[in-house]
């Protein structure tokens, strides 16, 4: 057990060094240099002042020089400043990645608790007309593009419930949580469904997979109804393969979530980096992809570490 | 080779007539990629024209989906948005299936440090979120219809290098690969002999439901306003400009949004369809 934690805290290492030259890279492969683009932004700039600037940055060191020097930087916790205001860049990330990282959080909850009994049924009852009808269902769910459903859900939510308001700034929730989770509340929704439908359909193969086990039959043969051989026994064998879609859905759900704020003005990150991109803000950029793919590296590892504790046979394969 | 494929499609073409799912699947794509290809012909009205006196106008007869806030023909704006999203993703998806399919291939043949070489890579590509991803290589190339194609076409690659890779590793060492190898044929020949066609069916569905989600990032990357810039005509900008003014004229987003979601459902279908037609272990099950 020691040995394999051991292992996967190594290929950690190597996945997450692997991200940091990748981000790196990012900004290295801009065309012209991150000095030029940096004095562009603030006006013109002489061929002097671009020669100093680049000696400032280290421009002129060999890559290797200057990776060493970010990874230095931001082993200081220097992440660099926004070009624009000069303030630490990682500030307004802090400032920014709550509210997504709870519409992250909050969505995987809503698609956790709706998606298992929803494959479970489905799973149940297999083969049959309702069956086929949630299967075109639940893939109109995974295609269904989270903006066009936010701007229908906002659209309809208003017609229809025209007291709710879901709209608006979104206070802090130690302020007024029952607005907060309000205004969270078609956010969420818009955000959750594509993945309830996706790991709904998951469930459902895994439960199938699960009930031609050798072990379904004994249980069947001895007497055991068809609910309890569904819900009891296969049921929980099928949450294997289940946990193991949840790290993948996390990064989806965080996709989504970027989108998502898009449609309902929210304040968070996506709304930061896709201004990051207008303003040529590349310091931000960098950093607030480096910041949360390691974060989603992270989860996935411990997403993967579970699911070892849950199925002991895994830990012996590994 | 051939002979082969004729037989295969033969066997496909009785399931699409048992397959209700299927047909319907295949009757959306076929649609739609005809509305893409004569775009000029079918699509009523020019899809950037302006019209002061129909601005807003709801669908009648004259304008079947409405015009928009310029008093453009909704409808013909769509059947060009067609045109550009199919067109990117089948682009972006083709680059990412020749591009991460040969490299995992390369990495399922020949195994050792190529092997590992490109699954770590293809591993660091994996542990982005997609839209990340896709932002920091448009951050690098700007916001246009070739960095949208090359954005997209790096979110796929390493799904493909990695489904490709393990089935080669599989038939590599086959009874009827080393029977080749004994006949004196060189790697490519066996490669696209002898393993290429085995990965037929896993490409066909692959490809399909990568197309199917490749239509809805795209989508996502316009509404974003970091995709296919203006006057390009974009399913995810018209839906994206249309919010503005949705209790006025709600169909100017309400039919971009649904022609998005017919685009994606379409080709998710067909994925899905052919994948329970051609996995073995699923038969009989569904």
Redesign the interface.
């Known amino acids: 057990m020691l040995k394999m934690i051991l292992k996967r805290l190594l290929d950690l290492a190597?996945?997450l060094l692997?991200?940091s030259v990748?981000?790196f890279l990012?900004i290295r492969?801009?065309p012209g240099d991150a000095a030029q683009v940096m004095l562009g932004a603030s006006g013109d700039a002489g061929e002097e002042q671009v020669r100093q600037l680049r000696e400032k940055l280290g421009l002129n060191d060999t890559l290797l020089v200057q990776y060493g020097r970010w990874m230095g930087a931001m082993a200081r916790g220097d992440f660099g400043e926004s070009i624009w205001t000069g303030k630490p860049v990682i500030e307004d990330i802090w400032q920014r990645i709550g509210v997504t990282a709870e519409l992250t959080f909050l969505s995987l909850v809503l698609a956790v608790v709706l998606s298992i009994p929803a494959g479970a049924l489905m799973a149940y009852f297999?083969?049959s007309v309702s069956d086929?009808v949630m299967?075109?269902v639940t893939?109109?769910g995974?295609?269904?593009?989270?903006?066009?459903l936010g701007?229908?859900l906002?659209?309809g939510w208003?017609a229809w419930f025209p007291n709710w308001q879901t709209l608006g700034s979104i206070p802090p929730i130690s302020e007024d949580p029952w607005l907060h989770l309000q205004r969270m509340f078609l956010p969420t929704l818009t955000c959750a469904l594509p993945v309830i439908a996706s790991l709904a359909r998951i469930m459902r193969s895994a439960m199938?997979d699960a009930l031609?086990q050798d072990y379904i039959r004994t249980a069947r043969s001895k007497g055991l109804g068809e609910w309890t051989v569904t819900f009891k026994h296969a049921l929980r064998n099928s949450l294997i393969p289940y946990v193991t879609a949840l790290g993948i859905m996390a990064?989806?759900l965080?996709?989504g979530a970027?989108?998502v704020e898009?449609?309902y003005a929210i304040p968070g990150l996506g709304r930061l980096?896709?201004g990051a991109?207008?303003d040529r803000n590349?310091p931000l950029?960098q950093t607030s992809?480096l910041v949360?793919?390691c974060a989603?590296?992270v989860i996935?590892a411990i997403i993967d570490l579970l699911y070892r504790v849950i199925d002991k046979r895994a830990g012996v394969v590994a | 080779m051939m002979a082969v494929l004729r037989r295969w499609m033969q066997g496909v073409g009785r399931d699409f007539v048992r397959n209700p799912?299927l047909m319907l699947a295949l009757t959306l794509v076929l649609a739609q990629v005809l509305v893409s290809v004569f775009a000029n012909v079918i699509s009523p009205y020019d899809p950037v024209e302006q019209s002061v006196e129909a601005r807003m106008a709801p669908p009648s007869g004259e304008f079947l989906l409405g015009t928009d806030k310029l008093g453009r023909d909704v409808l013909s704006r769509i059947i060009h948005g067609y045109r550009s999203s199919l067109g990117i993703a089948f682009s972006a998806v083709l680059a990412a299936l020749l591009l991460g399919g040969s490299l995992g291939i390369w990495a399922g043949y020949k195994g050792g440090w190529v092997d590992r070489l490109v699954m770590?890579?293809a591993?660091?590509?994996f542990?982005?979120?997609?839209?990340?991803l896709a932002?920091?290589v448009?951050?690098?190339l700007g916001?246009n219809t070739a960095s949208t194609v090359v954005a997209i076409a790096v979110v796929y690659a390493p799904i493909f290098a990695r489904l490709m890779r393990a089935p080669t590793l599989v038939l590599r060492s086959s009874d009827y690969v080393h029977a080749a190898r004994s006949f004196g044929a060189g790697d490519l020949r066996i490669i696209v002999r002898h393993i290429m066609p085995n990965l037929m069916s896993v490409i066909l569905v692959q490809a399909s439901l990568s197309l199917?989600t490749a239509i809805?990032l795209e989508?996502?990357l316009s509404?974003?306003?970091?995709g296919a810039q203006p006057p390009a005509p974009s399913l995810?900008r018209m839906?994206?400009e249309g919010?503005e003014y949705?209790?006025m004229a709600?169909w100017a987003?309400?039919f971009s949004?649904?022609a998005?979601?017919l685009a994606?459902?379409g080709f998710?279908?067909l994925g899905?369809g052919l994948r329970d037609r051609l996995d073995p272990r699923l038969r009989g099950?569904?």
Request: aromatic share 12%.
């Open positions: 190597i996945v692997g991200v990748l981000v990012m492969l801009i297999r083969g086929v299967r075109v893939i109109t995974v295609t269904m593009p989270s903006f066009w701007a229908l906002i659209f208003a199938i031609g990064g989806y965080f996709s970027i989108v898009q449609v980096m896709l991109i207008a590349y950029i992809i949360v793919t989603f590296v996935n | 799912i770590r890579f591993d660091v590509l542990a982005f979120p997609i839209i990340l932002i920091g448009i951050a690098i916001t199917s809805l989508a996502s509404f974003l306003g970091i995810g839906l994206s919010r949705m209790f709600p987003s309400l949004g649904l998005i979601l994606s459902l998710n279908l899905d099950i569904d």
